[in-house]
Structures are given as C-alpha cells and as structure tokens.
C-alpha cells in the first residue's frame, strides 16, 4: 500500500496547492512505498 505524504505547514497537515506528486521507491526492491507533494512557493503564503 502507498502512502500519500502532506505537507506540514503552520501546525497543520495541507494538501499541496498544484496537486502534483512525485513516487518514492523502495531503493532495494523499487517497488513505489509513498508519494509526496512537489511543493511550490504558493504552500507556505
């Protein structure tokens, strides 16, 4: 199962504005083990 990170903005868990996630995968296996926000300059004003 993939877990969706957020982020941690202001003491509170926020999707991110644009929406787009980028894959992390497991170095020894490559299998994808989360997804997390590219985050801009837009989540933290």
């Keep these: 199962m ?19 996630l980028e894959s992390v995968p497991n170095p020894a296996t490559g299998e994808e083990i989360a997804k997390v926000p590219i ?4 989540d933290v004003t």
């Design 39 to 42: 985050s801009t300059a837009e």
């Design 2 to 20: 993939t877990k969706t990170i957020r982020n941690y903005i202001n003491d509170q868990w926020q999707e991110s504005v644009g929406g787009h």
